[in-house]
């Protein structure tokens, strides 16, 4: 039996609300509609996308997480953390992080994302890049994406120190590594 347009948008939005993860696709299949009318009715309904439902869903668990700055000052967008520990941040490149002659990134955007995430795991107020020992390992190119993988090595609080380890991939070809140094506060 088919289900009234707002029967169905009421059952999409209790759907999504309990899976924010849920495609298009599978939310066609479970109601069998088109694509096409699910998302005629997020779009009725102000749902967002995808890719937004997750960012939104991130930025929320993160919030309170990352003490160190501002999520919005993290180059990249965070999809995991455990403070003091690790990080994984995800960077997608455009047309306005590359050099418009041969569409490669601009070294700064690789280097900021690895920075930032190293900076984000600190589990502290403050938390500054005092040395960093990098290396590309190969271009990045427009619409890559950078997942950059974050890991404390050592935390040494004689000297207030934090020894953060970055890797960065594109589809799991090693493109940037990263040994940063970080200060911290003494009050973390």
Same mark, same amino acid.
């Given at each position: ?15 999504? *609300? ?75 490149? *455009? ?35 005092? *040395? ?57």
């Amino acid at each position: 039996m088919r289900r009234t347009k707002k029967e169905r948008q009421h059952l999409l939005t209790t759907t999504i *609300k309990d899976n924010p993860f849920i495609t298009d696709d599978e939310l066609a299949e479970k109601f069998q509609v088109s694509v096409q009318t699910i998302r005629l009715d997020r779009l009725e309904l102000s749902i967002p996308e995808l890719r937004e439902r997750i960012k939104t869903v991130a930025e929320k668990r993160f919030e309170d997480e990352v003490r160190s700055l501002p999520l919005e000052e993290v180059i990249g967008e965070i999809i995991d953390i455990d403070l003091d520990q690790s990080a994984i941040s995800i960077f997608d490149v *455009k047309e306005e992080h590359v050099f418009k002659r041969n569409k490669i990134a601009r070294g700064h955007h690789v280097f900021a994302q690895a920075n930032s995430l190293a900076v984000a795991v600190i589990n502290d107020e403050l938390a500054l890049t005092a *040395k960093a020992n990098i290396q590309f390992k190969r271009s990045v190119k427009l619409n890559e994406r950078v997942i950059a993988k974050a890991k404390v090595t050592k935390i040494d609080e004689k000297v207030d120190r934090t020894f953060v380890e970055v890797t960065s991939f594109v589809n799991n070809e090693l493109v940037f590594t990263g040994e940063f140094e970080m200060y911290r506060s003494k009050n973390g």
